[in-house]
Nanobody, 130 residues
Framework: HVQLVESGEGSAQGGGSLTMSCVDS????????LGWFRQAPGKEREGVASLHTAVGTPYYADPVKGRFTISHDRAKNTLYLDMDLLKPEDTAMYYC????????????????????????WGQGTQVTVS
């Protein structure tokens, strides 16, 4: 299992930027599905972005395409989410997550489904955009 510790909680104005980090201790290069998720009060958790360490090609949910960038630094064991051109609707608790069981092909649909089957989760960080 992967232990995940997030940082980057903060606030920004519309059009601003924030960066979130997630240290993923125990991730295995080439065998780990990594993702970012968010949940607003009273709403279901939704997938934001994902990548698999086997290929490193990112995938984004439609609401964040062109604005967010997911990346993974293997040397630092850190997953990042760079958030640009922020909108009020981006306000939510953000979670990083990982799973060692899924292939690169499975990573994308599992993220889009809200990450229910992801095994390991970060503690969550609040992002507020006004």
């Amino acid at each position: 299992h992967v232990q995940l510790v997030e940082s980057g909680e903060g606030s920004a104005q519309g059009g601003g930027s924030l960066t979130m980090s997630c240290v993923d201790s125990g991730a295995i290069d080439g065998r780990t599905c990594l993702g970012w998720f968010r949940q607003a009060p009273g709403k279901e958790r939704e997938g934001v972005a994902s990548l698999h360490t086997a290929v490193g090609t990112p995938y984004y949910a439609d609401p964040v395409k062109g604005r967010f960038t997911i990346s993974h630094d293997r040397a630092k064991n850190t997953l990042y989410l760079d958030m640009d051109l922020l909108k009020p609707e981006d306000t939510a608790m953000y979670y990083c997550a990982a799973d060692l069981r899924w292939s690169s092909a499975q990573c994308i649909p599992l993220m889009l489904a809200g990450g229910v089957e992801f095994a390991d989760w970060g503690q969550g960080t609040q992002v507020t955009v006004s």
